[in-house]
């Protein structure tokens, strides 16, 4: 398995372009187009939020139906979600407006927004920039690019993935693009998350697939806490890679899996390390715990306090939030048991077991919270489970980034 | 019912006091007193945190027994928390140390503490402590304020309350205080907070009185979701205000449920307003509820949202997030049909109605979100259940009192 350029491109028989649609933003791409050249299964998965964004409805109704998929229409800078009936509207008018522009059905349209809640915008907006899409789309890794950087919002660089995998003697593609970076606390899947392969696989097999690891990609990152009324993934698989086609979870579909796994790890690592105002990635595992569901509570726990993430802001080893924060888990354990280490680039310290502060050096500890990546480690000795969550700190600027949102 | 003055030191028959045991801090006291001059029932209710602290664990072997109760021995500037035997040990030192001071059995000493998790302390000091606390206890206002000062850690205010009504033709009354406010999320009960009343009463309705009223008080506020290791309330009645015993749920029983939850509900709001960092107090009302707790996840839920209260922080009426927020509490509702208002002192806003923004003024908005207490109110329009939570807002002080915490 390896790394390769190209992001939602990378797969062979995709296109992709940004566009300037000016919903929001000046002078800048906010709307983006994934494309297939020939119909492609699909799999999603979306907020459990009750309150809904409108082209989430409108997915989930298409996916149901079992349709084949053509393309991928997404805005930032409004999220279509607290907008009614004029917001299901629009995500007809915006369906129907590509499906004019690419020659293809409407219903194999899908649809996702992010931006703020709550606003109307014209449909002449969306209008105009899915013209502009179907002029300059292209298989270029360029144009992935373009698509990448039109569905940013806080977010402060793209996020591109793709591998590559030999599967039934084809070289099988995987490649994805996704956004965060606020209101960032997936349930059941995310944000905006967008994968392309190549690979040929039944429509089950690939739906199971993206259920099966969403549970330890993007559900275990967490900026904020807030659930989005709008994350979406979306998979699309166009079967170009002309392996023979997977009906069952052999070794084929295990190596999918994997590679699916790495593009879904690294975009959801990627959306934690630029989570709003963040200064640091912070990893969390949970190792030896009872079950893998104690494991995935213990460690989404500690990314997701407060203090601990401020603590960590400040580069300050207060070790203690951690503990209280494992606590507060919902996972059963005896805290005498526990092991607690802090992992940095190069070194691994002791901080916390038998109960008691370990004899760890302050200045060691302080050095390994201030890399741009910390992970810490609980060896809970309870079974032989195990999860990572990832998160950020918490900083001046999340707090200085969404008290001006919308200034 | 009326506020009196004296918070702890109000009801008959009670005597505080504050000292400086050097614990943490520098010319401050830090070490508080909560004394009944003859036996007192007690009630109490704790943490869930699976980490507790060794003050909680002694105050439950204590009230286990159904141990009548003297006096109440609280430190800050040091959790006793990830203390392991050290910890008991010290517990054991306090409570043999009053018993001495104050001439009573140690087992009807009880415990609390709160700071820094991890840190090993003297015993020393705490027994010094201890000594100075018999020297100037008194049953006056001005030694239930020191108590309560003495309690404080990150707080700006201390927090006291006291009511009498009349049970039985007898006077009688309840008073309390409290220390918030970093760590604060309470569980089943919370943080620290100790309510004396002269009222006679059976253990087992005393009990069931303040089990009944952390519910809808302590276990409605939060200030950063992170459930502490230390929570604690401590509710001591020791019968001098001579009314008749209450044994059975009458109309006696509700009066003071009342009057308790008069103080609870005081002491809550004050913690939630004096949160860390804190520039405005947060209450969020859920209305017109499916049940009693699809209400409090919906009110719990909004004061939570930390993107909420980073907009309350800006003074910026992004609303959606409110609506995100309540999709993501846990309970059923139907989006069309929620009404949400804004409400400030002297004015109400319709914000959200009928699945779409109500056309109100941005500029009257974002004054009432200026007020230094402001309230959001859901009408759920799914039944008639209610509940009230309060939080604060989320602001760059939050960030940097705990960044640079221990410093």
């Not at 915008?121 to 300059?136: N, T, Y």
């Not at 994968?195 to 993206?210: F, P």
């Not at 690294?266 to 949970?286: Q, R, V, Y």
Request: with cysteine; hydrophobic share 45%; charged share 20%.
């Amino acid at each position: 398995m390896k790394f390769v350029e190209g992001g939602v491109n990378a797969a062979k028989g995709f296109e992709a372009a940004g566009a300037e649609a000016g919903i929001k933003y000046q002078n800048r791409k906010d709307m983006a187009l994934v494309y297939s050249t020939v119909p492609a299964k699909a799999a999603g998965t979306f907020t459990m939020n009750v309150v809904k964004a409108a082209p989430v409805v409108w997915d989930q109704q298409i996916l149901t139906k079992g349709n084949l998929v053509r393309a991928i229409i997404v805005n930032s800078g409004f999220a279509n979600a607290g907008t009614g009936k004029p917001g299901m509207d629009l995500c007809r008018t915006t369906a129907e407006a590509a499906a004019e522009a690419f020659n293809i059905p409407a219903d194999t349209v899908l649809l996702a927004s992010t931006g703020e809640i709550g606003k109307q915008i014209s449909p002449d907006k969306v209008k105009a920039g899915v013209k502009e899409l179907a002029l300059v789309k292209s298989s270029s890794a360029a144009a992935a690019r373009d698509a990448a950087a039109a569905i940013m919002t806080t977010d402060t660089v793209d996020k591109q993935v793709a591998v590559a995998v030999e599967i039934g003697g084809k070289k099988v593609t995987v490649g994805g693009m996704s956004k965060g970076s606020g209101m960032i606390h997936p349930n059941m899947c995310t944000l905006l998350a967008f994968v392309t392969t190549d690979i040929n696989i039944s429509g089950e097999l690939l739906k199971k697939a993206v259920s099966a690891d969403v549970t330890d990609t993007y559900n275990m990152i967490s900026v904020d806490g807030d659930t989005s009324t709008n994350d979406t993934l979306l998979v699309l698989a166009n079967g170009m890679a002309g392996n023979p086609e997977i009906t069952e979870e052999n070794e084929d579909y295990r190596t999918f899996l994997a590679a699916l796994n790495l593009v879904n790890t690294t975009l959801a690592k990627k959306m934690a390390g630029d989570g709003e105002g963040a200064t640091a990635l912070f990893e969390t595992k949970a190792v030896n715990a009872a079950t893998k569901e104690d494991a995935r509570k213990l460690a989404k726990s500690v990314i997701c306090s407060s203090l601990t993430k401020a603590a960590l802001f400040g580069h300050d080893a207060n070790w203690g939030r951690i503990l209280c924060a494992i606590g507060n888990s919902g996972a059963g354990f005896e805290p005498e048991q526990v092991d607690l280490y802090f992992q940095g680039a190069e070194k691994r310290i002791h901080i916390f077991g038998n109960g008691v502060a370990c004899d760890y050096s302050e200045e060691e500890a302080g050095q390994i919270l201030a890399e741009p990546a910390v992970t810490v480690i609980l060896d809970m000795h309870m079974g032989s489970a195990s999860a990572t969550a990832w998160g950020c700190d918490l900083s001046y600027d999340y707090v200085k980034i969404n008290a001006d949102y919308r200034s």
